[in-house]
């Protein structure tokens, strides 16, 4: 939708399962799959693109797939503190990855000038149990640790505050296009911000 409005398109991956082989490379000007990569690395490969993308008139959708914060947990120094239990220990690893995948995305905000009038989305797949039903990590039940997802937009037409209902990742794009006054050209839509 963004490449038929006249928008530069980028995706820079880090996961295995988001590559051209399934079709997400469709749409996009640049794609990148750098399987297992972390966000220093995935910021380094977005210089690539950064003068780019800020050169001209012509706006830009960037799509960025981080995978810091999922299984195998990693213990981020100086972020991380050891527990001797298993549990405390991997939400110690899962934290601090959270911390260094954060840091990452504060550098590439600044060096990319993100300012007020850029729309933003941070969201993520799924949630993380840590022993609260006897596992860790995801995929062996659907408890609230695991559905309840970050969504978080930021930019111009969006107010402050929380919103009171549900939402999910298939709110993301009907969202997107009324807030880039898209909607009109690709039928109506009714977006996450917009509910009473």
Not at 112 to 131: C, I, K, N, R, Y
Not at 160 to 185: K, M, N, Q, R
Request: charged share 25%; aromatic share 12%.
């Amino acid at each position: 939708y963004f490449q038929d409005a006249g928008y530069r398109t980028y995706c820079l991956a880090t996961n295995l399962n988001i590559g051209p082989e399934i079709g997400f490379d469709r749409g996009f000007d640049r794609f990148v799959c750098l399987d297992d990569a972390t966000a220093d690395v995935a910021a380094q490969e977005l210089e690539k693109w950064r003068e780019e993308a800020a050169s001209g008139d012509q706006p830009y959708f960037l799509y960025l797939h981080l995978m810091d914060a999922h299984m195998p947990y990693h213990a981020r120094e100086p972020l991380y503190e050891a527990h001797e239990d298993e549990t405390d220990d991997a939400r110690s690893r899962y934290d601090s990855e959270i911390l260094f995948m954060d840091g990452w995305l504060e550098k590439i905000f600044t060096r990319w000038g993100w300012g007020p009038e850029t729309l933003l989305v941070a969201l993520s797949d799924h949630g993380e149990e840590f022993g609260e039903h006897g596992e860790i990590g995801h995929r062996h039940s659907l408890h609230v640790e695991l559905n309840r997802i970050l969504l978080m937009f930021r930019g111009p037409g969006v107010r402050s505050g929380e919103i009171p209902y549900l939402g999910g990742i298939h709110d993301v794009l009907p969202t997107l296009l009324d807030l880039a006054s898209l909607s009109d050209t690709h039928g109506p839509r009714k977006h996450l911000l917009s509910r009473s």
